[in-house]
């Protein structure tokens, strides 16, 4: 028995929390955030330096070679100190193109997309009667050689080298920057560290990926448990800042983290979150190694742990009080992220359903 | 533990932690443990019915015999005084609850009067009372809380003085539970009144049969008569019947073993429910359709199963934490409040599944009829007790926020003087 992570994850850990509170402090986030770029180039970079863009990428290619669990301790930690810019997208762009490209699809992108000399987005969102279209059976966009049509909710499209988009038949195809007819607008997202984007082709060249509709769940798979470890990071972030801001601020002469009311508030925000870590890693280790529950697990990881850090970054702005309300507040970017989390590829209640039918309740 | 870490090049960096199995060196004691239940249980002289007391009672004596029950409890005093082992421990239960096959003695004398003698009680104590309680030979209950003595259990006012060799016993104790059966206490009492408040308390053993003791069972709100009131008037007990020394009670009281803890029991219970809730979703009726197949009904099973999954993977990782000697954080301080916010969702669907059945009483319909369905009042209610028997909610929340987020103590709870 052991459950836990390794001495080599926590050291990853360890690495990348000194690396972000360096280079990507609280004040760096609130700059990105209030500012027009997308992201540091700088923390784009060094992402890529300490090698965490290609963790789950064949090493023949660039990558580590490992796990999903190795990638989960990256989104924990990019949500912990909700770093601006890049990684969810790029990383299951890439995951799509190890598991369903040719070899020589696999050879010209893969050492790119492992460092970060290139990026590369997600783009599978199409706007339906009733919400947005994630799942692999829904999405219309069909592929004639060339391609027709919208992709909706596109993380940092704008900049990026490679889009993979999901096609008709649950599969995936290429398009390149600057392909023909390819233009991409910039929605007004609320979470400003992960910029969205609506992508439109008009006759745009695609290339399939040839094993696409083969690992199109497991892709998203691997993107729900990505969102339920940043959500993980974000909530345990906004139990930090209350449970700070409760020994510091001070009213009618005390501390207020003294007042009975606002304990009870914060240790219901710790039952809610401290115990979910657990359900992340489970789902994650699952996604490799366990592949008969692996499904029901990662949508009911997303569900859970999306849902709580909605919950948690509301009353965390409550516990703040006054000033939790203010834009000065980091509190903001964590709430904002939650919704993020909370929407993409399916909201929580879709995989609540889904949870459900994967276990044949 | 034994782990999957194949040699060459990052990936001996990066080798694989999780394993969620017991490693190899296990499956030797998981196949004695099968074999023996093989052997013993259920007894032959059963027959297929339901076996009697004298032959469960055969059967502990042989599986602690073999080692596999009261493992913490020294040889002498009946136990097996077995090394810690957690995971062989944990094997023992799953292959024992796999053939339902019985576990050791609950209850008051067993699981809190045996662990607090062996740490505190002096030799003839244990040489009297151990064995005995873990056998079921000796019932006890327990006496802490009083009417005006909760939360704040120090403030208990019971008293005990020393009189001709005995102690005499006045005052009265409340949520007394096994009293039907119980032939003796063991009961925090104030017997240093000039002292502070926690150093003021002494732990004293008596017997319930004598004319000082009054029993007075509590109608609880499901109408049946779990605990009761006792009511001390000069009741005795003789002078040497206290463990620990005058006034260490209230450190005795807390002294309970923490040998081989079961990390996953709450969890499992809360699986345990949770079918149960399936299989009453799959059997209620929504216009006319299984209350199973509705959208909002399923959404609503998902999201406390998202919690029941979470508790079971929070076991996991307090189970290895406390394997490897590393801290488990606040992780064990939330597992009773979250265990019962589990069984509070999990009463509240379910009394939204049975709709005009739940203003129904649990038994006693007049025609005599039941629908099957009545347990789920009685979970209903149930659910209530859980979040304030053993320590309330809100007592958790002050521990979690104090001990766990290190927040302030509260100035009045930190109060020491005698009340």
Known sequence: ?????????????????????????????????????????AVWSGLGAIGVLGLHLPEDLGGAGLELLDLSVVAEALGRHATPGPFLEHVLAAMAIDRAGSSSQRERWLPGLATGELRASFAIAEQGDSGEHWRPEQWQLADAGTITGEKRFVPHARGADLLVVGLRGGGFGLVEAGAPGLAIERLAGLDRTRRLDCVTFEGTPCEPLPRGADVADQVLDAGLVLLAADAYGGAMACVDASVAYAKTREQFGVKIGSFQALKHQLADMAVEIHPTRGLVWYAAHAFDHLPEGARAAAANAKAHLTERFVDIARRAVEAHGGIGYTWECDVQFWLKRSLFDWAMLGDANLHRRRTADLLGW | MKRDCPGKGREALFCRAVDLGYGTEYDAHREQVRSFLRAHWPPPEANGD??????????????????????????????????????????????????????????????????????????????????????????????????????????????????????????????????????????????????????????????????????????????????????????????????????????????????????????????????????????????????????????????????????????????????????????????????????????????????????????????????????????????????????????????????????????????????
Not at chain 2, 56 to 69: E, H, K, P, Q, S
Not at chain 2, 305 to 320: A, D, F, I, P
Not at chain 2, 324 to 333: E, F, H, K, S, V
Request: contains cysteine.
């Open chain 2, 50 to 419: 339901a076996p009697g007391a004298e032959p469960v009672r055969r059967f502990r004596r042989a599986g602690t015999d073999a080692g596999y029950l009261y493992r913490n409890i020294p040889r002498r005093y009946g136990g097996s005084d077995q090394a810690p082992d957690i995971l062989a421990a944990q094997i023992i239960r799953e292959e024992f609850a796999a053939v339902r096959a019985p576990m050791e003695l609950t209850g008051q004398g067993p699981q809190m009067l045996a662990p607090t003698l062996l740490e505190c009680g002096s030799d003839w104590q244990k040489d009297l009372f151990v064995r005995q309680a873990i056998e079921g030979e000796h019932t006890w209950c327990q006496g802490y809380s009083e009417p005006g003595a909760g939360s704040d259990l120090a403030s208990l006012r019971t008293t005990g003085e020393l009189r001709d060799g005995e102690w005499v016993i006045n005052g009265q104790k409340i949520w007394t539970s096994h009293w039907r059966t119980a032939q003796y206490m063991f009961a925090l009492v104030r017997t240093e009144p000039e002292a502070p408040k926690h150093a003021g308390i002494s732990y004293l053993l008596l017997e319930m049969d004598q004319p000082g003791v009054e029993v007075r069972p509590l109608k609880q709100i499901t109408g049946e008569s779990e605990f009761a009131e006792v009511f001390f008037d000069d009741a005795r007990t003789p002078a040497d019947w206290i463990v620990g020394e005058r006034g260490e009670g209230w450190t005795v009281s807390r002294s309970l073993l923490r040998h081989e803890r079961n990390m996953i029991g709450g969890a499992d219970r809360s699986g345990a429910l949770f079918r149960s809730l399936l299989r009453l979703a799959r059997k209620a009726r929504i216009d006319g359709r299984p209350a199973i197949e509705d959208r909002q009904v399923r959404e609503a099973l998902a999201d406390i199963y998202g919690y029941v999954e979470t508790q079971r993977c929070s076991s996991y990782v307090q189970l290895t934490r406390e394997l490897q000697g590393r801290d488990p954080g606040t992780l064990p301080m939330l597992n009773k409040i979250s265990d019962t916010n589990i069984v509070q969702q999990v009463s509240k669907l379910a009394h939204r599944l049975l709709g005009a059945e739940s203003a129904l009483a649990p038994r006693g319909q007049p025609t005599g009829r039941t629908s099957g369905s009545e347990k789920w009042t009685n979970q209903f209610m149930g659910s209530l007790g859980l979040a304030i028997a053993g320590g309330t909610s809100n007592i958790q929340r002050n521990i979690i926020a104090e001990r766990g987020l290190g927040l302030p103590r509260d100035a009045a709870a930190d109060r020491d003087s005698a009340p």
């Open chain 1, 1 to 41: 028995m052991n459950f836990d992570l390794s001495d080599e994850q926590r050291l990853l850990e360890d690495t990348l929390d000194k690396f972000l509170a360096t280079e990507c402090p609280m004040t760096r986030v609130r700059e990105l955030f209030d500012g027009e770029a997308d992201c540091d180039a």
